[in-house]
């Protein structure tokens, strides 16, 4: 099984900001400081706003921080909150056209895996996967451009 791109920047921008309590972080810096899209970070930013797990501060002087302590964020709830659809095969799927439906054992094997698979996840909070303090990067600012006159 594989996630979408989304969780993971999900996931990165839930680190980042959790590791920045004091402050508002910006979509900008956590962009910058991991390679990926500000564009994408947006989106990500408003899925999990809408899901509860971060508080958004719209305008001059905005941000993005966390809308509850890390150990109330259960990663198996934001891969829920973000992932579109976890149809591993395609009898899982409301357009399943599979031949097998109704004798293969397969989609019961498979369905126990993805089980496994987020009662696991539903095991760890944000809390548990967050880097060290030792090992937490040193934040990136970045500059702001000027607005013309």
């Not at 500000?38 to 990500?44: C, D, F, M, Q, R």
């Not at 992932?83 to 126990?112: A, H, I, R, W, Y």
């Not at 909070?125 to 090992?135: E, G, V």
Request: aromatic share 4%; glycine share 8%; net charge positive.
């Amino acid at each position: 099984m594989r996630l979408t791109q989304l969780t993971d920047y999900a996931m990165r921008l839930l680190i980042h900001v959790a590791q920045h309590p004091e402050r508002l972080c910006t979509t900008a810096e956590v962009a910058a400081r991991y390679g990926i899209s500000e564009t994408h970070l947006v989106k990500v930013t408003h899925q999990l706003g809408r899901a509860g797990w971060l508080a958004t501060t719209r305008g001059k002087g905005g941000g993005i921080r966390l809308a509850r302590p890390p150990q109330e964020i259960g990663i198996g709830a934001v891969v829920r909150s973000i992932e579109p659809d976890f149809s591993v095969v395609e009898c899982f799927s409301t357009g399943n056209s599979c031949q097998l439906t109704g004798t293969c054992k397969l989609t019961g094997v498979m369905d126990g895996a993805l089980h496994s698979f987020m009662t696991f996840l539903d095991s760890h909070s944000l809390a548990d996967i967050l880097p060290d303090a030792a090992d937490a990067p040193r934040p990136i600012r970045v500059q702001r451009r000027a607005k013309a006159a």
